[in-house]
T-cell receptor, first 115, second 114 residues
Framework: NAGVTQTPKFRVLKTGQSMTLLCAQD?????MYWYRQDPGMGLRLIHY???????AKGEVPDGYNVSRLKKQNFLLGLESAAPSQTSVYFC??????????????FGPGTRLTVL | AQSVTQPDIHITVSEGASLELRCNYS??????LFWYVQSPGQGLQLLLK??????LVQGIKGFEAEFKRSQSSFNLRKPSVHWSDAAEYFC????????????FGAGTRLAVHP
């Protein structure tokens, strides 16, 4: 049982390049989330998904797109990377048997640098 | 709007000393409150959570937290800190709208001196 995994672990991009971060979970969770973590700002929600084929905007969605074609996978895309997107990105998942108060399970993170 | 404040950015304690990390929240109703820990280079792990009932909550690794509605606080405590407790600690509150969304505080980085 791997839990939540993220690919890649590290990436360096040049401004304007695109990339996709992959999140996979094997816990059959309905809900999945993408966060970015910046020093002194905690974790901020970028996008989330409440089931296969659904996505919704979080607190800081600009410059990012997401897709959830399969229940176990949640992809985060950067179409044209900017230095302001240099951050550590975390994926998380959560069960749906209640809509409030369930634990989120986190992946190990992806450290992205945009030059 | 809901928010979480962790007033201490960095805290340093000696091994064996007691620890208290502060968390204040802003929320209209009874909040769902969480403490997560992030070890260096790792993802976040849940330490404990509060929904209702007993205001003193026990968690993993010897941590506990106390919910005080009158002070809008949910402080994390440990009676005796170990060197392995050095990490970053995040307080979070359940966000409105459901789907188990969370609002995180900025975090407190804990250093432990031998």
């Amino acid at each position: 049982n791997a839990g939540v995994t993220q690919t890649p672990k590290f990436r360096v991009l040049k401004t304007g390049q695109s990339m996709t971060l992959l999140c996979a979970q094997d816990m059959n969770h309905e809900y999945m989330y993408w966060y970015r973590q910046d020093p002194g700002m905690g974790l901020r929600l970028i996008h989330y998904s409440v089931g296969e084929g659904t996505t919704a905007k979080g607190e800081v969605p600009d410059g990012y797109n997401v897709s959830r074609l399969k229940k176990q996978n949640f992809l985060l895309g950067l179409e044209s990377a900017a230095p302001s997107q240099t951050s550590v990105y975390f994926c998380a998942s959560s069960p749906s048997y209640t809509s409030f108060g369930n634990e989120q399970f986190f992946g190990p993170g992806t450290r992205l640098t945009v030059l | 709007a809901q928010s979480v404040t962790q007033p201490d950015i960095h805290i340093t304690v000696s091994e064996g000393a007691s620890l208290e990390l502060r968390c204040n929240y802003s929320y209209g109703a009874t909040p769902y409150l969480f403490w997560y820990v992030q070890s260096p280079g790792q993802g976040l792990q849940l330490l404990l959570k509060y929904f209702s009932g007993d205001t003193l909550v026990q968690g993993i690794k010897g941590f506990e937290a106390e919910f005080k509605r009158s002070q809008s606080s949910f402080n994390l405590r440990k009676p005796s800190v170990h060197w392995s407790d050095a990490a970053e600690y995040f307080c979070a509150v359940g966000a409105p709208g459901g789907y188990n969304k969370l609002i995180f505080g900025a975090g407190t980085r804990l250093a432990v001196h031998p």
